[in-house]
């Protein structure tokens, strides 16, 4: 053989081999996880880091993602404990634990994850009736949560979360529904409505309530100083018609005296309204007693003669 063909197949070999030798480094990246196969056996899982694969006996048999993973299925129909079918979809948040019962536990877990969940939301549904189901989603997730956790721990599966994204009840009951829902917000439109107005009528009669109040006391209030004012008025009238007579008595008045004041009294009296007046009897001798008088100092009084003399009046 000539040795220029010689070096160049050595040549081509070690490039061969060198080619091989770095195909067979692997490197595992982060939440991830590799398992190898060594003559079609299970060998070992790889963790993430740098690592080396014997050429033409291992085999990267599976790559695992270890993060946590979710998975919308399409609606299922279900049927109620009251014959009652609806479309109810679930999502599931599941993560990874063991790469090798992944790898080796069921054949395409995912599909198999999915009937396992409906069969298990069937069997739920079916013991329930249609107003439970609406109003007990956290008790049905943590029931498919639970049953899925268990069985998917012989796969490297946990089951972390199980949701249920809708439930769709048949047209003629989603309007049947609405019809309730509208009749319960006008009842309790009303209540709130009958409510409010019997609160304004409450607060209405007390104000007035206390409005009265406060308007018969101030009308009570301004009695009492009337009464207390015209009280200290004929208190103090009285007063001043004992300190006069006290005055008169202390004078020492006379007979005339006397009878001038009653003359001021007979006055005061005559120039009332009043139609009819009594006259006591010592007034009357007293008017002439008057008369009397004014007739002598008239007699008294010195006579003009003579042509000029003007006629008494």
């Not at 008025?233 to 009285?238: D, K, P, R």
């Not at 009878?259 to 009332?272: C, T």
Request: net charge negative; charged share 25%.
């Amino acid at each position: 053989m000539d040795p220029v063909v010689g070096y160049i197949v050595l040549l081509l070999l070690i490039v061969f081999i060198i080619a091989v030798l770095i195909s067979n480094i692997k490197v595992v990246p982060q939440a991830h996880a590799y398992v190898i196969e060594r003559l079609g056996a299970y060998q070992m899982t790889w963790d993430t880091g740098l690592h080396f694969k014997v050429p033409f006996v291992d085999k990267v048999s599976k790559r695992v993602s270890l993060k946590e993973q979710v998975i919308d299925f399409p609606p299922q129909p279900v049927i109620t404990k009251d014959n009652v079918t609806m479309q109810i979809d679930t999502v599931v948040y599941f993560q990874i634990t063991d790469p090798k019962l992944y790898a080796y536990g069921v054949e395409r877990p995912l599909s198999a994850i999915e009937n396992l969940s409906a069969t298990t939301l069937r069997n739920i549904i079916g013991d329930l009736e249609l107003d439970h189901t609406l109003t007990s989603r956290d008790v049905i997730n943590a029931k498919i949560r639970t049953v899925l956790d268990e069985a998917t721990d012989a796969w490297g599966i946990k089951v972390n979360r199980v949701e249920l994204k809708n439930i769709i009840p048949p047209r003629e009951i989603q309007e049947s529904m609405e019809k309730q829902m509208k009749a319960e917000r006008e009842r309790r439109a009303q209540i709130l409505t009958a409510e409010g107005e019997k609160s304004s009528a409450i607060l209405v009669a007390e104000g007035e309530k206390e409005s009265a109040i406060l308007r018969a006391d101030a009308a009570k209030e301004t009695k009492i100083r009337e009464a207390q004012g015209e009280a200290e008025a004929i208190t103090l009238v009285q007063k001043a018609l004992a300190d006069g007579i006290r005055m008169l008595n202390d004078s020492h008045p006379t007979d005339a005296v006397i009878a001038l004041k009653s003359l001021e009294a007979f006055g005061k009296a005559a120039n009332g309204r009043a139609t009819k007046i009594i006259i006591p009897s010592e007034i009357q001798s007293l008017a002439g007693l008057a008369t009397t008088l004014k007739e002598l100092v008239v007699d008294n009084v010195p006579k003009e003669t003579g042509p000029e003399a003007k006629p008494q009046k």
